[in-house]
């Protein structure tokens, strides 16, 4: 059974950063394509940044510039360092991880970002 945990969540102010991992456990990791996405209230879940197992990256338009997506194969870890953080980036985050036969989510982390 493949586990998502999460972390780094927390309260900033407008301007600053965090940086949220996320640990996976039960799968082969460097297989497995990672994403992180996002839900604030009233909003539909929607797309931060993804990194396929080779390594291939993409990012929303909202946030390109200031997250960076990365993992550490060796860790069964995924990061998303975010910067110039801004109030409408307040959501809750989650960790996904997909293959071409599963997909799993953690259970999120929440970034308050305060204006």
């Known amino acids: 059974q493949v586990q998502l945990v999460e972390s780094g969540g927390g309260l900033v102010q407008a301007g600053g950063s965090l940086r949220l991992s996320c640990t996976a456990s039960?799968?082969?990791?460097?297989?497995?394509?990672m994403g992180w996405y996002r839900q604030a209230p009233g909003k539909q879940r929607e797309l931060v940044a993804s990194?396929?197992?080779?390594?291939?990256?993409t990012y929303a338009d909202s946030v390109k510039g200031r997250f960076t997506i990365s993992r550490d194969n060796a860790k069964n870890t995924v990061y998303l360092q975010m910067t110039s953080l801004k109030a409408e980036d307040t959501a809750v985050y989650y960790c996904?991880?997909?293959?071409?036969?599963?997909?799993?989510w953690g259970q999120g982390t929440q970034v308050t970002v305060s204006s």
């Open positions: 039960g799968s082969i990791f460097s297989m497995d394509n």
């Open positions: 990194i396929t197992s080779g390594g291939t990256t």
């Open positions: 996904k991880a997909w293959t071409t036969w599963r997909i799993d």
